[in-house]
């Protein structure tokens, strides 16, 4: 869109007319582009076509009632708003700078305001991305990662599916001061589901949560895709938890390098097929992350503002060594290693009784977490001290 639009009228809803029916048009092309889906390259350079270019390559026999209403649609009723919902087109000053690149959404929906984002997006943002189907070791990885990067005032951006983006929201939201940017694929009133709706509420108390499509829009399958642009696009690194060696898996991480923006990812057990697509970036030159203090070395090189962020105070994931009782480091060490029940502590050697004590003590002390099956996961990247 040229510059001349930034002088098109400014709607009480806060997105200019175009910017306004260029969301309004691609709720009137989901069903094509849900169709392109099945191509996810495909799908997104067709998001970054013009009204008009689009219109021709998807409308098909709809092309001549699309084009009349597209031609009117100022005279069109666009007011869907929500309660503390606003829009902001790129033409104001608090859509978020990083999101220019091509393909780039021209209007956001946000809860809790157009204010807020902007706020949040002129923080150092980081995506957290990952597999809907994580385990139990990656969501306790993504909770971590995002708490100690909140805590450390850092915006966390993240999807709303299910897996890896639910434990970077959550874990922003365990910090005193964290707050998160949650990216929908459809519209706000229609994508949220009912199992996701605390959370919802959770992330706009400090947070927001944003979407492309007018607010009563399901954004089907490719709403999801196009989400995950977004979430990348807003952040200064990507860091990849868990994902399977897949297109799929692997499209922000492909998305961020097209932006030439740093890209990191966090290895994982070499058994299991989530860590293939963090693997596999690693082998290829992607940073390598144990936790937040990893990812503020890549946000701050040459080391942290006097006025900028610093480390979370309770972090564990310094190189310093824990000062920890022989058997309790026995203990992490083959937690770590595979053994995450009492029985396989039991079966590595492990007295019974003072395996149960000893992963009492660690789960209170929030070095393991407990995860489905009554399996235990390490909170923090650990090094003996010997």
């Not at 582009?33 to 689009?54: H, I, K, N, S, V």
Request: proline letters at 6%.
């Amino acid at each position: 869109m040229s510059s001349g639009a930034r002088t098109d009228p400014q709607p009480a809803r806060g997105a200019c007319v175009s910017c306004l029916r260029r969301s309004w048009l691609l709720g009137e092309l989901s069903g094509p582009l849900d169709y392109c889906a099945r191509d996810r390259q495909r799908l997104l350079e067709l998001l970054a076509l013009a009204d008009g270019e689009l219109l021709d390559a998807l409308a098909g026999r709809r092309g001549a009632e699309l084009r009349a209403r597209y031609a009117r649609f100022e005279a069109e009723s666009v007011d869907e708003s929500l309660p503390d919902v606003e829009s902001v087109c790129r033409h104001a000053r608090e859509y978020p700078a990083l999101l220019d690149g091509v393909g780039a959404p021209q209007m956001l929906e946000v809860s809790a305001g157009a204010g807020r984002l902007g706020e949040l997006a002129a923080r150092p943002v980081v995506a957290i991305i990952g597999s809907t189907r994580a385990s139990d070791y990656g969501m306790e990885m993504a909770r971590t990662l995002a708490r100690g990067l909140a805590a450390s005032g850092v915006t966390v951006a993240a999807g709303f599916g299910d897996g890896i983006a639910v434990g970077a929201h959550a874990g922003a939201l365990d910090a005193p001061i964290g707050a998160s940017i949650a990216v929908l694929g459809g519209g706000l009133s229609v994508s949220c589901p009912a199992r996701r709706r605390a959370l919802y509420r959770r992330v706009t108390r400090s947070g927001c949560v944003i979407s492309e499509l007018p607010s009563l829009v399901s954004g089907r399958r490719w709403g999801g895709i196009a989400a995950e642009r977004i979430v990348v696009g807003l952040a200064s690194l990507t860091v990849l938890v868990e994902g399977e060696q897949t297109d799929g898996a692997l499209l922000g991480a492909r998305i961020a390098q097209a932006l030439a923006r740093p890209l990191a990812a966090m290895p994982g057990r070499v058994t299991s097929p989530l860590s293939r697509g963090p693997h596999q970036l690693l082998r290829n030159g992607a940073c390598l992350i144990r936790g937040p203090e990893d990812v503020l070395e890549l946000l701050y090189p040459l080391g942290t503002p006097e006025d900028g962020p610093s480390a979370a105070p309770d972090s564990h994931t310094s190189d310093r060594p824990l000062a920890l009782r022989r058997e309790l480091r026995a203990i992490l060490e083959r937690v770590g290693l595979g053994c995450d029940t009492p029985d396989k502590l039991t079966r590595a050697g492990i007295d019974a009784s003072d395996a149960l004590l000893g992963l009492s003590e660690l789960e209170v002390s929030g070095l393991l977490a407990r995860g489905d099956g009554g399996r235990y996961v390490l909170r923090h990247p650990f090094r003996s001290d010997g």
